[in-house]
């Protein structure tokens, strides 16, 4: 069974081909640059042209979706109606669900009879119970407009589930675990019995962690303050918030491995005041789990930085809770999504 995997970005086109019988990446490649001034690569179906794969020999392809809403809670196979769905829902996520969009579309040009599936970073976090999702605002907030939180990197945490149960040899369904995606973006995850309880990102993936470049929790009112106050419009804030907070914001660069190179005071406040983020989200999480049988690090920052993991989890905790470091790995679990998709719905033709 061979399983591709599609990212589409604004401005890039990741795809993997995976052999699912050994889990192997057969064939990757990532097109950047895609409609930039001066490059060659004018649009997505360009760069799909430039993937040296006979999609005959593809047996599904699954694409990633950053945003599912309220709708869409597992892999879905991509036909007309869901695509018009998909469009509805771009205003939730406008960087990122146009770009993945665009990927279906023009994978569904080059390969129309192909099954291709949908698969949310949503979708893990959809079970969550209300008391999680709800913001504390005029509830006609969530009735009418769907202002509720969704969570993202639902793939990663699922991820990190899966193999934190092999790890400690347990069922999914039976593990109480915190999982802590901690890359450019980042997010907490408490997961209960195998099921999501609550997440850091919210609405949009701007809430919670200090990110390389997103502030994450902030009084919503400094977002008043700086419109009507300060006279900033509201794309000024929107790129101050996404793109020139967090740790960059902070001490002037996003890289964690500059930022414990550069030895000065604000980088030691940055490195401070993101680790306390991580940690407070950590105590939070314990509390709302009672038993918690580890603590996963995964993403660049929490695969590759002890002294930052320590900073997090001191060593007294540590020795309470087993913490378990695991490279993070969305295609692949993407791949495997669709391939439970694919033996499901076999196995529904048959019923
Ligand atoms: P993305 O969210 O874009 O996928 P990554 O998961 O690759 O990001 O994480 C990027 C972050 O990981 C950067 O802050 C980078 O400094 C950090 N990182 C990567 N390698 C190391 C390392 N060896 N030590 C410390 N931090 C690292």
Redesign the pocket.
């Known amino acids: 069974m061979r399983v591709a995997v599609i990212n589409s970005g604004s401005s890039s086109l990741k795809f993997k081909l995976f052999n699912m019988q050994t889990n192997e990446v057969i064939y990757s490649k990532v097109v950047e640059k895609i409609g930039e001034k001066n490059s060659p690569i004018k649009s997505h179906s360009q760069a799909l042209e430039l993937i040296e794969v006979d999609f005959t020999s593809i047996d599904i392809i699954g694409h990633r979706v950053v945003h599912g809403g309220e709708e869409f809670t597992k892999p879905t196979l991509v036909n007309e109606e869901v695509i018009e769905k998909l469009e509805d829902l771009a205003h939730l996520a406008p960087l990122h669900n146009p770009a993945n969009l665009e990927g279906i579309v023009v994978a569904k040009k080059k390969a129309p009879s192909l099954a291709q599936v949908a698969v949310f970073d949503t979708a893990f976090h959809s079970e969550m119970p209300q008391e999680a999702y709800l913001y504390a605002l005029d509830f006609d907030l969530y009735e009418k407009h769907k202002i509720r939180k969704y969570g993202f990197h639902g793939t990663s945490h699922s991820y990190l589930l899966k193999e934190a149960a092999k790890e400690l040899n347990k069922n999914e369904s039976e593990l109480n675990i915190i999982t802590l ?6 997010s907490a995850c408490a997961i209960e019995n195998g099921k999501s309880i609550d997440t850091s990102m919210g609405f949009t993936p701007l809430e919670g962690l200090v990110m ?1 470049t997103r502030s994450g929790d902030i009084d919503p009112a400094i977002v008043l303050y700086m419109q009507r106050d300060l006279g900033m419009s509201r794309d000024k804030v929107d790129e101050i918030l996404n793109k020139k907070s967090g ?1 960059l914001g902070l001490c002037g660069s ?7 190179e550069q030895e000065d005071e604000r980088s030691r406040l940055a490195i401070n005041i993101m680790t306390r983020r991580v940690k407070k989200y950590v105590g939070a999480y314990m509390a709302l789990l009672g038993r918690v049988d580890a603590i996963v690090f995964s ?3 929490g ?3 002890a002294y ?1 993991r320590e900073k997090i989890v001191d060593k007294t905790l540590a020795k309470e809770i087993p913490i378990l470091v695991i490279k ?1 790995n969305e295609e692949l679990e993407i791949a495997r999504q669709c391939l439970t998709f694919k033996d499901s719905e076999s196995k529904n033709s048959f019923s």
């Open positions: 995606h901690l890359g450019n973006g980042a390389g740790l996003s890289d964690i491995r500059n930022i414990l993403g660049g920052i695969e590759n930085s930052i993070t």
